[in-house]
């Protein structure tokens, strides 16, 4: 089978697309034939190699995907064939005591597809059948793949981890990447106010457009906490959603109501960075790390934007040849939305059809 992979770490001319093995489910398990992929920032950490991830080369790249289940283990009854599916990319033991409490994305031994084990930018991949879920029928098989890791990562942060109730106000760092966007839509859809920042005019007027209330442009107007304040009539506001990291740290403290919350969960501009530490306790601030989300939360995510009929943004689709290309896109912060991989046709087809 053809697959976007690298045999090496290393610079975007390290992406492969050619010819590997293809998979054979183990016992619980199932193959998917991959309609779409999406990109996310994974993909770059990846190929660029990090402390303590050793990788099986050729490793494919990828942890999105939707398509149709072709093959399946012995002793999986939970999935058929023919089914039309949406990936959850978490990995975990299921026998640990954060996976007994359905806290997955907490266990011992967590993974992601792509980067613990070859990944979806491939024409078949082998997953857990735990990792399945129907695809919402309302969405092509583009739009599904969108979903996984993003818009379950803004999920869990939103509504787990961060507790957002209708009425109150998000802030949202660096609208235009995939968490970002998808904390977006999720928020409106629970009914919170949301204000954005980028330092694209053209981003921001997007953002308008799904429903943020305010925009900042933090090239123009660089104190943002000072801004966030003025809009929320120095009160700030009730959550920030922040996969920015060293860069928006020290804005988030003075961008917080009293007794608010910040959920983190990435560093996409650095891990390290100070912080005014009397403005966590004084404030009675609660500062919350999230990685990716449970396989109920997973459900969860799903079947609301299946309810909703909420669609995700796409930025572009791209041919599986162009791996590389698309990856360097999202590695220069173009896009605004999912950057997705077409590999069968996907993006003319409906998961309905």
Known sequence: MRAAYISQNGELDCIQVGEVPDPEPAHDEVVIAVRAAALNHLDIWVRKGRPGLELCFPHVLGSDAAGTVVAKGRQVDSVHIGDEVVL???LSCGVCEYCLRGEHSECLYYGIIGMNRPGTFAERIAVPAVNVQPAPPHLSYTEAAALPLAYLTAWRMLMSRGNLKGGETVLIHGIGGGVAIAGLQLARLAGAEVIVTSSSEEKLAR???????????????????????????????????????????PINFGAIRRGGRIVHCGVTTG??????????????VSVIGSTMGSREEFRQMVRAVGIARLKPVIDSVLPLVDAANAVGRMERGEQFGKIVLDIKGAFTESVAA
């Open 88 to 90: 959850n990319p978490g």
């Open 207 to 249: 953002a308008r457009g799904l429903g943020a209330s305010e925009a900042i442009n933090y090239g123009t107007n660089p104190d943002v906490a000072a801004a966030v304040k003025d809009l929320t009539g120095g009160r700030g506001v009730d959550l920030i959603l922040d996969s920015v990291g060293a860069a928006t740290w």
């Open 271 to 284: 891990a390290r960075t100070q912080a005014d530490i009397s403005a966590l306790y004084w404030n009675h």
